[in-house]
């Protein structure tokens, strides 16, 4: 038996329960394994920080009250992550911060005038040691696997978490997974490829349905770090000879993770 825990990471922009991790935990229980799930969407402070940003734009940028920026700019929301948790220490990274946010190419002089980076550098410190203080809670030396969804808007904050867990707990394994590695940014092999090689801190990167591929991760503890796409399954004996049916799954089991908030 193995232990998991799976994480969706601030910001998933759907506001619906995460049907994803609630799948892969109920199939992956009924093999006998113990997976744990966690929703850092209703984390009260974790979630707030999103609209906390989005009217910090708004005053720095009035302008961008006009782009309905609650729905539209949570892939700028992540850039701008990546930005403070990558780049914050180059000489350029006020200039790379400004290209993100500079959408409708503005004249640069007049869009650096108004642009406080401070107030932003300030947000994200505050967000990420509340996700650090939220994660602790959760990872032990007994976890074996750790798991994390992955779309354009929850890439930042999933990249800060499997980064972390794997400099405090060399041995746990780490995966990533969702619509992301279909639909997002990284959905072509060459990109994953480079993905994964900037990023090796991630152990293992699912494609697709994620049933089989979580299952053979937790049953084969000396599994390689991998990319698990339709031509691996296909080329896998023990993924290709047990094929998922609707109906022989069980139903989604969301313990773990507060419905209410939705």
């Not at 930042?156 to 400099?167: D, G, N, P, R, W």
Request: contains cysteine.
């Amino acid at each position: 038996m193995s232990k998991a825990l799976l994480i969706t990471s601030a910001f998933w922009d759907p506001v619906c329960p995460p049907l994803g991790v609630a799948s892969l935990k109920s199939f992956a229980e009924m093999e006998g394994h113990q997976i744990d799930i966690v929703d850092l969407n209703t984390h009260t402070e974790i979630f707030g920080t999103q609209s906390e940003y989005f009217d910090e734009i708004q005053r720095q940028f009035p302008y961008m009250k006009k782009w309905n920026i609650e729905r539209n700019g949570t892939e700028m929301l992540s850039l701008h992550q990546i930005a403070y948790l990558f780049a914050r220490h180059k000489k350029n990274y006020k200039e790379i911060v400004a290209d993100v946010l500079n959408m409708d190419m503005r004249s640069f002089n007049d869009f650096m005038d108004k642009f406080n980076l401070e107030k932003f550098d300030n947000l994200f410190e505050k967000l990420y040691q509340n996700i650090e203080q939220e994660i602790k809670k959760y990872i032990n030396k007994d976890i074996d696997v750790v798991g994390c969804h992955l779309n354009n808007s929850t890439w930042a904050s999933t990249l800060f978490i499997l980064k972390y867990i794997k400099e405090k707990y060399p041995h746990i394994r780490t995966s990533v997974g969702g619509p992301g590695p279909i639909m997002g940014f990284v959905s072509d092999k060459k990109e994953i490829e480079l993905f994964m090689k900037k990023n090796n801190f991630i152990d293992y990167f699912i494609v697709g349905e994620g049933e089989n591929c979580f299952l053979e991760i937790l049953n084969n503890k000396n599994l390689s770090p991998s990319i698990f796409d339709k031509k691996s399954l296909i080329n896998n004996k023990s993924l290709s000879s047990n094929k998922l049916r609707m109906h022989d799954l069980p139903a989604p089991n969301f313990d773990g993770l507060d419905i209410d908030r939705y």
